[in-house]
């Protein structure tokens, strides 16, 4: 099942649980807005090619858009709805003030020079320039593009409308980026299982770990578990895996991928099949890379108690079924890996006070909203007697519904 009918099968539960008035229902569905854009640039070589770039603004009842753009030779509009419509959700259930939106262009960024890159970004903000904005939608990195991406945003945005540095997040420290921001989706997976663990009453220093994808947020996840005590007995990417049962030292497998780009030939454990990660022996399964990797082929096999998504869309619905019957706890993506959306919040708030935060401030406020979000989420659990995925959805959804009906919705 794709991702975009996934999320409109568990929104549809919630508005169902909820019992929401079915044009409601049906409005809340529908994006705002949908943009298609060409961008024609010149390459290095004078010849000229086009790429075509989307942006999806789903939702604003509760405020301006938010969400990323991804560079990808598969940018296809499908997933990127389906993508708008979740931080709608995601950005409800965190309880900050935006809706939801998505971008991206249709190119394989590891085949365009970086003046080439530079040339589409420009070319695309030009496209685009008058439909975001500080108070309208704010793009973010995503896959495939990152700060420089934001920064060349932010330039080219500038010139139309005068300096702007809240129009972006995830920008360089140097131009308004926020301390913290780079850990801040791994870091804020790690508060998620620590309010989950703590219901269990368990602690993340006495269980083992496996965590599937080693890029931002899975190398973040698993240095804060190495520091608070938890092993780390397993951890791919899609250059390898390994495993060591005692523990893999975080910091040596680090300062290995820098050097040699690779988690092969690591020295401090033993290689493994990529797709026994998943089914290996643990407490907690991580999985920080694609969606779809636990499905109703391997979820009989999956041996930990606790799944934390810290990817988007991680568990097809068919193996979240098997799970649930199974008794395993899974934590939703919608909130796991909310992070990154509430600390660019906290980054789109430093940019338009002109006041920005020690990091210490920026970790403490995540922790707090994390765990509040967390709670949240139980309650709505307890009054609608589900599980943790619909906890999370009645909430977002309830909330981007109250917002819609005050603010004059059949006027």
Not at 50 to 74: L, T, W
Not at 186 to 201: D, F, K, M, Q, S
Request: with cysteine; hydrophobic share 40%.
């Amino acid at each position: 099942m794709n991702a975009l009918a996934a999320t409109n099968r568990n929104f549809r539960n919630a508005a169902r649980i909820l019992g929401l008035d079915s044009k409601l229902e049906k409005s809340l569905l529908i994006p705002f807005r949908e943009i298609k854009v060409e961008c024609t640039i010149p390459k290095d070589d004078g010849s000229l090619v086009s790429y075509v770039g989307f942006r999806v603004q789903h939702d604003n009842a509760r405020g301006p858009m938010k969400g990323g753009i991804r560079y990808h030779h598969e940018v296809d509009p499908d997933e990127v709805n389906a993508l708008a419509q979740l931080m709608t959700w995601k950005t409800a259930v965190a309880d900050i003030p935006y809706g939801g939106a998505k971008g991206g262009i249709g190119c394989s960024p590891k085949d365009l020079s970086n003046s080439e890159l530079e040339r589409l970004t420009r070319v695309f903000t030009q496209k685009i320039h008058d439909l975001i904005g500080i108070h309208t939608d704010i793009p973010a990195p995503d896959m495939g593009t990152n700060a420089q991406t934001m920064a060349w945003i932010l330039d080219e945005y500038s010139k139309f409308h005068g300096h702007s540095p809240a129009v972006v997040t995830g920008k360089p420290i140097d131009l308004g980026g926020s301390l913290g921001r780079e850990a801040a989706t791994g870091r804020g997976v790690i508060y998620a299982t620590e309010a989950l663990l703590a219901e269990h009453g368990k602690s993340i220093r006495d269980l083992t770990f496996v965590i599937q994808g080693f890029g931002n947020v899975g190398s973040w996840a698993a240095r804060l578990i190495h520091e608070r005590g938890g092993k780390v007995i397993a951890v791919s990417d899609i250059t390898g895996a390994i495993k060591n049962a005692d523990g893999i030292d975080i910091s040596k497998l680090l300062k290995h991928k820098e050097s040699t780009g690779t988690l092969k030939n690591f020295d401090g454990g033993d290689s493994m099949e990529l797709n026994e990660l998943l089914v290996h022996e643990c407490d907690v399964l991580i999985p920080c890379a694609l969606g779809g990797v636990l499905n109703r082929e391997n979820a009989a096999d999956v041996k930990a108690k606790f799944i934390i998504e810290a990817a988007n869309h991680p568990t097809d619905p068919e193996a979240d079924e098997i799970l649930s019957k199974r008794g395993v706890t899974i934590l939703p993506d919608i909130y796991a890996n909310s992070g990154g959306v509430t600390v660019s919040y906290f980054e789109w708030v430093q940019n338009i006070q002109g006041f920005m935060w020690e990091e210490d401030k920026v970790n403490t406020e995540l922790r707090r909203y994390m765990i509040r979000a967390f709670h949240n989420i139980k309650d709505m659990c307890k009054s609608h007697n589900c599980n943790l995925r619909m906890g999370a959805f009645t909430l977002g959804v309830n909330r981007v519904a109250r917002a819609t009906l005050l603010r004059g919705w059949e006027a």
